[in-house]
């Protein structure tokens, strides 16, 4: 969580710095959880296997297309969590 970078010198960029980190690793388990249904994997593969995604975000057609590269591994279960994800119902 890169927590070493805390010691920012203010209290209050300390906290700011903290409640983001807590943020994103609360949303990184979300994504787990509602996601990638079978697998449970740590907080760093996730980052490494799916938030740094190798892909090119386009837009054709008023669409945006997500180009994912052919040979990525990840491919079909990332394209699964994404399916899951967009299937949940919206809170309004």
């Known amino acids: 969580m890169a927590l070493g970078h805390l010691p920012l010198g203010k209290f209050a960029a300390g906290a700011a710095w903290l409640a983001l980190q807590v943020m994103a690793h609360n949303l990184g388990i979300w994504v787990n959880l509602m996601g990638l249904q079978g697998a449970h994997p740590r907080m760093k593969t996730l980052r490494q296997r799916y938030f740094a995604l190798p892909a090119r975000l386009t837009r054709a057609a008023r669409r945006w297309l997500l180009a994912?590269?052919?040979?990525?591994?990840?491919?079909?279960?990332?394209?699964a969590a994404l399916m899951r994800l967009h299937a949940l119902p919206l809170l309004a």
């Open 68 to 79: 994912l590269p052919v040979a990525w591994p990840w491919k079909e279960q990332f394209l």
